[in-house]
């Protein structure tokens, strides 16, 4: 499902609303330093045919003539989205195009929110993490607690370390929203002992002030993944639920 916008919908998110998706990465390409089994974008080896990513002028000129737009027609945004087709802080101008964004939903949408969508892998650069905390809903993913498991179900680039990106989420002072994609598949299961205690346990220390738990909804790559229902996520989670966290689960 690779968009072919910079600027695109909006379109509903079943976490977000009425969502108008900005696309830092490439118009028909991919550009992740994530693999993940589950991404509805598809592995990186099929998008690398445009590797071009829009600078911080495209993106200001594109996003003020579709606010222009949708307001004109009276279209609700609930939120300007940083999505796309892989991970929106790898592009070298994320933090002077959030700065431009806030600005544009100040004179267009004020009432929006500007959520950025991030695999959390380079909330240790400092000018990523400001910008991060600059925008109302920095939703940062954390999948799998431990490196090998990341590596099972995100297959993330050399050089990752799980704790590296804890350490810098500590920084936020949970004043951000945690994301979590719940799955089974033939060599990870979100619900097995080895991921779902030592998980909590990273809830429990970052402790965020809201919690995003969710399972696949659309076509994967990866073959032999299985969703899990609402109310077994609900199961799963509910010592966390109990010891006070804010938990949105989406089946």
């Keep these: ?26 118009r028909q390409g991919k550009f992740c330093n994530f693999d993940c089994i589950y991404c ?9 045919a445009d590797q071009l990513l829009p600078t911080a002028s495209d993106v200001r ?10 307001l004109l027609d009276g279209t609700p945004i609930d939120s300007i989205t940083f999505s796309g087709d892989g991970e929106p802080t790898l592009n ?3 933090p002077q195009i959030i700065d431009d964004t806030l600005k544009l939903r100040d004179a267009y949408y004020p009432g929006a929110k500007v959520s950025v969508l ?12 400001a910008a991060l905390k600059r925008v109302d809903n920095p939703i940062l993913k954390v999948d799998a607690p431990t490196d090998a498991l990341v590596g099972k179900i995100n297959h993330p680039a050399p050089g990752f370390r ?18 979590t994609m719940f799955l089974r ?30 399972t696949i909804d659309r ?23 109990d010891e006070g966290f804010n938990i949105d689960i989406k089946g």
């Design 40 to 48: 509805e974008c598809g592995w990186n080896a099929d998008g690398r």
């Design 162 to 179: 799980l704790e590296r990106v804890l350490e810098a989420l500590r920084g936020f002072d949970g004043d951000f929203v945690l994301q």
């Design 118 to 129: 991030s695999n959390a892998t380079r909330v240790h650069v400092p000018e990523i993490a």
């Design 219 to 241: 076509p994967t790559p990866a073959e032999g993944l299985e969703k899990y229902s609402a109310a077994e996520m609900r199961t799963l989670v509910q010592p966390l639920i």
């Design 1 to 26: 499902m690779l968009r072919e916008e910079t600027v695109f919908g909006p379109i509903h998110s079943r976490r977000l609303g009425s969502s108008l998706g900005i696309n830092l990465l490439p």
């Design 92 to 94: 070298p101008d994320f």
């Design 61 to 70: 000129s594109a996003l003020e003539d579709k606010l222009a737009a949708c």
């Design 185 to 214: 598949s033939p060599g990870f299961d979100s619900a097995s002992p080895e991921v779902l205690g030592p998980w909590m346990d990273i809830v429990r220390d970052l402790r965020p002030r809201k919690i995003m738990v969710y």
